[in-house]
Nanobody
Framework: QVQLVESGGGLVQAGGSLRLSCVAS????????MGWFRQAPGTERECVAA????????DYADSVKGRFTISRDNARNTVYLEMNSLKPEDTAVHYC?????????????????WGQGTQVTVSS
């Protein structure tokens, strides 16, 4: 069974940092582009960061540029999201996802596998 399992979420004060991890099991995703999405209650799911299969090409939502960093360790089948200078508006369930191809994408319909999500709450 293919699984993506996120961890690292939690409660943090504004200005703080969190590091999310996403470990794949059941198969490897070393040849797949990956991304981190988030969804707050009453809002649409948005892609905050994505990277291609090698990790050399990345893209970010404007709202997180300069604060978040996405990376991957293909030897560990793991993708990370380093989140700094967190703001209350970053509060959401954060999801890891894998695409069907190697090219970076921020379009949710190009993602075939999703994790269960991890809650990030930023207090003011």
């Amino acid at each position: 069974q293919v699984q993506l399992v996120e961890s690292g979420g939690g409660l943090v004060q504004a200005g703080g940092s969190l590091r999310l991890s996403c470990v794949a099991s059941g198969r490897t995703f070393t040849n797949n582009a990956m991304g981190w999405f988030r969804q707050a209650p009453g809002t649409e799911r948005e892609c905050v960061a994505a990277l291609n299969w090698s990790g050399r090409i990345t893209d970010y939502a404007d709202s997180v540029k300069g604060r978040f960093t996405i990376s991957r360790d293909n030897a560990r089948n793991t993708v990370y999201l380093e989140m700094n200078s967190l703001k209350p508006e970053d509060t959401a369930v954060h999801y890891c996802a894998a695409t069907v191809g190697t090219v970076l994408s921020r379009r949710h319909f190009e993602y075939s596998h999703w994790g269960q999500g991890t809650q990030v709450t930023v207090s003011s």
